[in-house]
């Protein structure tokens, strides 16, 4: 709240603050509007508030809607309505306790400043149908941040969310509202949400289908604000040379038009990138500093630290001493002999009352009874629960103790008969389902413990939950236990002559307290009984007990200081304790204050939590008296928020009688036990000391009073003085333990008789002492957050949170803070409840508000903010947020937020610096340096053509028709190619002589029926099978060039058909060849809407051809004529054709045929698509050349009989078999837990010499390896899978082959390959990638190695663009207007100088390298591996380095068993994954935080949006490559219906 107050609330006067608590109270009860509260308080606060004109100030603040009033009563303070407590509570009223006001106001204030420049931050987009969730179950008892539910119940996981009925246009509208409202948001993103809300998107004229639109070659600088930005429009785009590009499958050419930044505006998706953009624009806060890079290892960037932080000045700090402790005559050896001491002379005297669920005295257990039952319990113990001979239970074994939170009574009975029978006590909580949070460590911690027995009380027996067959479930991670129920009628009367043996307490164990640390492991804390006996000393002298005084303990009595002081120095001093539990406290908070009253307590327990309570409720009780109190201890003192809990709750019971020297607060860890506590004051002495802290110094572990700035300041409260006979120093943190200075901030450490045993002296507790013996307590180290070198609490930051009107978001006050390990340092991670009715914008603002305070107030920034569903958040068995387990959850993914906010870019400050490329180094110069290094030029070759004797006749027929012609006179019967169908039978076979003949009626049907000249292009449109083939030697004996195009698909015509159409156009093609059931969907209605129809060239079905000579065949006058055009997409959706000659068609064949020892007697299987590349030379072209038998496959017959590739493998014994990715991926998934199953079937892989993957990109080493190890129990040996590399220019660089050595693989370093250099490294060695070669190059084929922008050969530890020589090279592409310029340069293009200079080199496009390895060719040298590492044209570069997307890709993969596939792309400069959820929606969001992480991690890169869509949305083409740029544009366009759009800030 803007409050201009001259002086703090603090300064006010009293009646004036008591009357501003009050109003704080009426709102959060409900019994007064937010307006009217902001009325009334501006109305209080006027004559102490100068005031600017005459406003107002309380209605200078932006408009709200008024709070929905939960009990509407009457808005004034003095008519205290019937409001039951009740009522109010159950409306989620903000949790007063952490609120103090100093902080509410330091945080308005600081909200106020961030007003003026407030930021435009994108809000993430939802699917509707995520979420939406049925309201939150009726039944879920009041709760607050640290309540539990009733022990007894078992915890509702009720179904809850947020019903998030508002559209995302109303999201969108807020943004736009947000955009305008902003004085920096750049005005291209105005008018940008201008645009978008007028509607312009629709009336935009269509884009043309040719019209250019140049790109800017410069990436844009996301930081700088220049309004130039390159957006690859969805638009085709034809480049001079007819790369067709941007036609995707499917891609729609919609109506775009770029705005100033070059965002089309019809996408809301860029509005939203557009703003996360200017967000980022704006100068960061902390300043980034100047960043080093060492040329091997990019260094994580060090924050340096402030030259003006604040630094310790102070002198070494002494030790500080307790008083002695007090030698009293009548204090007892030991804790049990004063057990038997009242037991036996006092019987009659109250020891502990219990109460019922309605707050009334239900049982009141007597000393007598207590000695009694306690003696019944070591009696059966020791000698009833096994045998004489062998005792189940002997002297010093541990005893699990599991007693419900509402049963003291039964609890200490079995405590003291647990100590009488020297057996050690380990109380733990009752466990309520199988899995309970945290259940898992405390069975960690039974099963160290050796526990077998746990003993409970019958009640609680019945309501542990069973098994079908009623036994007790095994909890996760629990030992086997034995149950024993120590109800009185269940023990044995001890005999006469049996008493315990009690001696002087010495330094064994008496009891094990469990604690839990900050990373969630539970260990026990061992506490000897001298220590127990001292411990209760020193309480009994500290806290002044005397005998048969009444205390009142709303504790919990198994552990801490409700252990310590309501059932251990109880006993010693014959006291009466009255236990208040929780569930009590829940139905009625007032119950604690009410039993003080009623029994004239002398002492109470207390923590802050239950004096909140008492203050929500205290109306329904006017006429309570606290005066009997002479200490209130407040166990949690050292909290932030105990100050002003212990203040208010003061101020409201002053009246009631209650002393301000009364409270006392304390501070205690399970190691040390109590650390140190505020003695009872003496009336009228001066109140003890206050500090006022300095935030920031905090934050540099030193103490500055603050004076300056209000908004980040501190109140500490002391705990009081160090224990009697204590011992207590503060030493630094970390490292080796050295004493503070008198103003530095350490762990206390505490020395004394009183203390566990386990971690003798050291407590988990941070601390500072000022001059005297007061200690001030800053936090605890479980919640101890260290981000770049600076510490911050974690409850001050809750308290941050609390303070930013949270009450419409946040449910009942729970968030939870924690930090996790990215990147080299600690980042902060709020997740908090939310509210079941707030909605998505409520929770959003709240979220960028709570941003911006934790960074003012804190400044530190905070990486994830998450909002989960109320009440699904893992609880501690009192109901507090399991703050280790909610990390856990959130590391795992299981958290299931419901909305999520990123903020790396804000938080990450320690990236390495972008890579400057070195500019003016001419490749001559690398050249140089490659040779004074030593270093070969990286290139390679296959074996010469020339060497190899070939006796084969083949050579003398120049082009393949020549060579079918002489197949059919020569071998008329020898079959070529036979086809199986999905049930694996042969539908259709080819000999020599039919192939022949059924290109010949086609060739005559081509010149008869379609008037076609020699040179005329036919597209050839045939399902995989012989049809294509002879359709293809048809067109090649009229002297027509084939194309040959996958069909449309009749279940997805829209999609597949305009590709269909292109390749038409693209190719001029005169005439379609096809089967009459294609030729009809062509012309059918489907089609009609897809494209125009109208407008085909001549259709020919062949299914029915005339029987009619061919005059004459078609003889080409040379072999550089034009043989076929081969049409494919490439993965960044450019549509290219390759034009094939003959000569080239040969020298391809012929060096298949000899790397792969093909001749007429063998047989291969084919399992590819035939339509483009090495695919189609397989399928068609190798079995007429080379005359061996080739089995086809069509690879989506797959589909429906996953056995039928490997069974026919099988069958016919193949050698020789060729597959794609999709099949083996196929066969990997679909057969990997049935190879029993294939075992079965007779199926047997060990005649397979080489099975080949046909693949033009960078080998699946993943996918490649698990085949060979999936089907090697069928035989398949782990040496016959390999690839191949083919790239547009040359279909065939690659070919495993038969001859020659396996395969290698090498292991580089990543880092070096962002920076375009190869370092290999050990397997295993971090950041490495495995790379394997892609088979061996073709005999006639030479690589090299070359820099990409200068042209220059590269050495071999250089990464560079693989350029191939080789007499099968296309001669260019096929283009609509020749264009030569970029022909030259992708075909015949030459080095820039160097001894490779005079040959002319094809461009594949491809990265890789060159390696020599230790293995021999075929020709007696050393032979060279080459390794493709990715397409030039799919790498991102980002941050000045070369990233691969495939690399990214896999690191995400990784993170969460949900990913079913995932796809990377940049936009803008902004890094965006596309993720496909395989889980339900729930998990959506929790996939958002661990791509961001291991992207991080892995490649030093901050993600700028997260999508996550439905699976199969990223669309894969048939060689099963991403067509991750077509992605691109369907998000650009909004159209991939995402569930979820993250955008980090």
Known sequence: MAEPAAAGVSS??????????????????????????????????????????????????????????????????????????????????????????????????????????????????????????????????????????????????????????????????????????????????????????????????????NTRIENVSVPPDVTATTSCSSARPAAIDLPPAGIVKGMHKGSNRSSLMDTADGVPVSSRVSTKIQQLLNTLKRPKRPPLKEFFVDDFEEI??????????????????????????????????????????????????????????????????????????????????????GTKNEPVLKPGDRVALVYPNNDPVMFMVAFYGCLLAEVIPVPIEVPLTRKDAGGQQIGFLLGSCGIALALTTEVCLKGLPKTQNGEIVQFKGWPRLKWVVTDSKYLSKSPKDWQPNISAAGTEPAYIEYKTSKEGSVMGVTVSRVAMLSHCQALSQACNYSEGETIVNVLDFKKDAGLWHGILTNVMNKLHTISVPYSVMKTCPLSWVQRVHAHKAKVALVKCRDLHWAMMAHRDQRDVSLSSLRMLIVTDGANPWSVSSCDAFLSLFQSHGLKPEAICPCATSPEAMTIAIRRPGVPGASLPGRAILSMNGLSFGVIRVNTEDKNSALTVQDVGHVMPGGMMCIVKPDGPPQLCKTDEIGEICVSSRAGGMMYYGLAGVTKNTFEGSLVFVVGKMDGLLTVSGRRHNADDIVATGLAVESIKTVYRGRIAVFSVSVFYDERIVVVAEQRPDASEEDSFQWMSRVLQAIDSIHQVGVYCLALVPANTLPKTPLGGI????????????????????????????????????????????????????????????????????????????????????????????????????????????????????????????????GHLNAGDNVVLLYPPGIELITAFYGCLYAGCIPVTVRPPHAQSLTATLPTVRMIVEVSKAACILTTQTLMRLLRSREAAAAVDVKTWPTIIDTDDLPRKRLAQIYKPPTPEMLAYLDFSVST?????????????????????????????????????????????????????????????????????????????????????????????????????????????????????????????????????HSFSKLFKDIGLSSRAVSTTFGSRVNVAICLQGTSGPDPTTVYVDLKSLRHDRVRLVERGAPQSLLLSESGKILPGVKVVIVNPETKGPLGDSHLGEIWVNSPHTASGYYTIYDNETLQADHFNTRLSFGDAAQTLWARTGYLGFVRRTELTAASGERHDALYVVGALDETLELRGLRYHPIDIETSVSRTHRSIAECAVFTWTNLLVVVVELCGCEQEALDLVPLVTNVVLEEHYLIVGVVVVVDPGVIPINSRGEKQRMHLRDSFLADQLDPIYVAYNM
């Open 882 to 1009: 399991h703050i280790s387990q909610t990390k856990q959850h959130f590391l795992e993914g299981s958290l299931h937020p419901c909305n999520i906010l990123m903020c790396p870019h804000t938080c990450v400050t320690n990236l390495p610096k972008p890579r400057q490329k070195q500019p003016g180094v001419g490749p001559a110069s690398v050249m140089v340096g490659n040779l004074v290094a030593g270093k070969r030029i990286a290139q390679a070759s296959g074996r010469d053509l020339g060497q190899i004797e070939d006796n084969d006749l083949v050579k003398k027929h120049q082009f393949l028709t020549e060579v079918l012609q002489w197949r059919a006179q020569a071998t008329p019967d020898h079959p070529l190619f036979l086809l199986l169908n999905a049930k694996g039978t042969t539908v259709c076979t080819a000999t020599c002589l039919q192939l022949h003949k059924k290109a010949e009626r086609i060739a005559s049907v081509l010149c008869d029926k």
């Open 300 to 385: 994580v960037e060090v924050p340096q630290p402030d030259p003006n932080q604040p630094k310790p000045e102070g002198r070494q700090m002494m030790p500080v001493k307790g008083e002695p402790l007090g030698v009293v005559c009548n204090w007892p050896p030991a804790l049990e002999a004063a057990l038997q001491r009242w037991g036996t002379t006092q019987a009659k005297c109250p020891c502990l009352t219990a109460l019922d669920v309605t707050g009334k005295p239900v049982y009141t257990l007597t000393y007598g009874k207590l000695w009694s039952r306690s003696l019944k319990l070591a009696y059966t113990l020791l000698n009833k629960l």
């Open 1132 to 1264: 960044t959706g450019m549509l290219t054709g390759v034009k094939m000659s003959h000569a080239a068609v040969s020298g391809l064949c012929r060096a298949i045929k000899l790397q792969c020892e093909l001749y007429s007697s063998r047989q291969i299987a084919i399992c590819l698509d035939p339509y483009c590349g090495l695919g189609f030379v397989l399928w068609c072209l190798c079995s007429v050349y080379s005359g061996h038998q080739s089995i086809l496959i069509p690879p989506m017959e797959l589909e429906s009989n996953l056995f039928l590739w490997l069974s026919t493998v099988s069958q016919y014994k193949i050698r020789d078999t060729f597959c794609s990715y999709s099949v083996m991926e196929l066969c990997t998934k679909g057969l990997g837990n049935q190879v029993e199953m294939l075992k079965a079937r007779g199926i047997n892989l060990s005649c397979v010499r080489t099975c080949v993957v046909v693949a033009e990109e960078r080998p699946r080493v993943a996918l490649t």
């Open 12 to 209: 006010l006067p009293r009646e004036v603050r008591e009357q501003l608590a009050e109003l704080e109270l009426e709102l959060s009860e409900g019994d007064i509007t937010q307006k009217g509260y902001e009325k009334k308080r501006a109305k209080l606060l006027a004559p102490y508030v100068p005031q600017p004109q005459g406003a107002d100030p309380a209605l200078q603040k932006e408009s709200r809607t008024p709070m929905p009033v939960p009990a509407a009563a009457p808005a004034s303070a003095s008519s205290s309505s019937s409001s039951k407590f009740h009522r109010a509570r159950s409306g989620g009223a903000r949790d007063e306790r952490y609120r103090s006001d100093i902080h509410t106001e330091a945080v308005q204030a600081a909200l106020a400043k961030h007003k003026e420049q407030k930021m435009a931050l994108p809000m993430p987009t939802k699917r509707r149908s995520t979420f939406v969730q049925s309201p939150a179950d009726a039944c879920t008892p009041p709760d607050t941040s640290s309540a539990s539910e009733d022990e007894g119940s078992l915890r509702r996981q009720a179904a809850l969310s947020a019903a998030l009925h508002q559209s995302l246009q109303n999201a969108e509208s807020w943004i736009n509202r947000s955009i305008q409202g902003s004085s920096t948001s750049s005005s291209a993103s105005s008018t940008l949400s201008h645009g978008e809300g007028k509607g312009t998107s629709g009336s935009l004229a269509d884009v043309f289908a």
